[in-house]
């Protein structure tokens, strides 16, 4: 799916614009996860598997993205330069899932803090409003108390812990944390 381009103000006052991202971007969603990813062990990939990924594999992922009518990647610009994105995509194919989407949000370090992920997180909301998902998904590496935080800032609730998830690039093990957010006031 496609959307218009929004301005947004952060805390710091600058401005910026989120926007669909195209697949001629694809080389910048490239460059801006391996900004992300570099040297954080509190994510899911490691640098390496980044650095693995092909601008045709992303080019492809975005282009399903616009041709979805219940997924989405928006990218965040500061001066045309890509500098975060939320995805919002569906779980599974499965007919018995369709209710269920997942949450991915990424940011450059120099943006975090500045209320450009909580902006992020009323935008998907909305679009998921839009599109008939009940409730949203996501996973946390035990460690990231930023987003841990924001998600239940949010209304993500956890709802389990997969021990030893991930084995980080020093070889020590991290637990997962699932939090899923009903958007339908479904109450835990």
Do not use: W
């Not at 599974?92 to 991915?104: D, F, G, I, P, V």
């Not at 998907?124 to 008939?132: I, N, P, Q, R």
Request: proline share 2%; glycine share 6%.
């Amino acid at each position: 799916m496609r959307m218009q381009g929004r301005d947004f103000n952060l805390k710091n006052g600058t401005t910026v614009r989120v926007r669909t991202v195209r697949p001629s971007e694809a080389a910048k969603v490239l460059k801006l996860m391996s900004k992300v990813y570099h040297k954080n062990d509190l994510l899911e990939l490691n640098p390496t598997e980044v650095e693995e990924i092909k601008k045709r594999q992303i080019r492809k992922q975005i282009k399903d993205y616009e041709k979805s009518k219940r997924q989405i990647m928006l990218g965040v610009y500061f001066e045309d330069k890509l500098i975060g994105y939320c995805i919002v995509a569906r779980v599974s194919e499965n007919e018995k899932q369709s209710h269920r989407a997942t949450l991915s949000i990424a940011i450059t370090e120099e943006f975090r803090g500045t209320g450009l992920g909580a902006s992020l997180m009323k935008l998907s909301f909305d679009f998921a409003s839009k599109v008939a998902y009940e409730q949203f998904e996501t996973t946390v590496l035990d460690g990231n108390t930023p987003a841990f935080i924001l998600c239940t800032e949010y209304g993500f609730k956890a709802m389990c812990r997969f021990p030893r998830a991930y084995k980080n690039m020093k070889g020590a093990y991290q637990d997962s944390i699932l939090l899923i957010k009903y958007l339908n006031n479904y109450e835990i």
